[in-house]
């Protein structure tokens, strides 16, 4: 088991609902991630935390938002969202952001549905 | 733009064959390229980094090798087993962009082993 931790494990949720996704990591890292795994399409970078500031938004719609508060903690909170929304979310972490540390550890993720 | 490609997209080997994944990237400029193992439904766990100075890194019955010139990685696995059936994927940290954290996945290569 890894030392980052996903929850909800799986969700379902209605295009009008709002929900969120937790992410935590126990490994003291600096960064955190947030990336999108659509079936049969390579893995999605979303947004880049670093020392809880975003440092990337790769052109995610607004329906998905965000937040770090503090570098132990990531959320994704969504609303309205759209069926092709549906994926497994997976959260990452790193030591940080530097050239000298490029290992990012996964998380078990979160398979939604949007129905 | 770099392209990463893993070919074949399935594979399925008697338990205890040697086998080859391969990756394939467009552009030799990278930082380094991580080797990742996904079972169904779950997170990936990092297996072999390989920074762009090296040419191979192993681990247990895992040997990774890169030619950054040709664009080309492979994941030498022995003696394979039932255990080792997952999806595994390439990524590679590319040169050309800022911030070393943006890996490029490949899609995968899902090896089932056959006891």
């Known amino acids: 088991e890894t030392g980052v931790t996903q929850t909800p494990r799986h969700l379902v949720m209605g295009m009008t609902n709002k929900k969120s996704l937790k992410c935590e990591q126990h490994?003291?890292?600096?960064?955190m991630y947030w990336y999108k795994q659509s079936a049969k399409k390579p893995l999605e970078l979303m947004f880049v935390?670093?020392?809880?500031?975003?440092?990337e938004n790769n052109s995610v719609p607004s329906r998905f938002s965000p937040e770090c508060p503090n570098s132990s903690h990531l959320f994704l909170h969504l609303h309205t969202l759209q069926p092709e929304d549906s994926a497994l979310y997976l959260c990452?972490?790193?030591?940080?952001?530097?050239?000298?540390?490029?290992?990012?550890?996964f998380g078990p993720g979160t398979r939604l549905t949007v129905t | 733009k770099q392209e990463v490609t893993q070919i074949p997209a399935a594979l399925s080997v008697p338990e205890g064959e040697n086998l080859v994944l391969n990756c394939s990237f467009t552009?030799?400029?990278?930082?380094?390229l991580q080797w990742f193992r996904q079972d169904p439904g779950k997170g990936l766990t990092s297996l072999l980094l390989?920074?762009?100075?090296?040419r191979e890194q192993t681990s247990g019955r895992l040997n990774a090798s890169l030619d950054k010139s040709s664009g080309r990685s492979t994941l030498y696995i022995a003696a394979s087993q039932p255990g080792d059936s997952a999806t595994y994927l390439c990524?590679?940290?590319?040169?050309?962009?800022?911030?070393?954290?943006?890996?490029?996945f490949g899609t995968g290569t899902r090896l089932k082993v056959l006891a």
């Open positions: 990452a972490s790193s030591q940080d952001l530097s050239r000298s540390s490029y290992e990012q550890y």
């Open positions: 490994l003291g890292h600096n960064a």
């Open positions: 935390y670093s020392l809880e500031e975003r440092v």
């Open positions: 552009d030799s400029a990278i930082y380094n």
């Open positions: 390989i920074q762009s100075s090296q």
């Open positions: 990524a590679v940290s590319p040169a050309r962009v800022s911030g070393t954290y943006k890996y490029i």
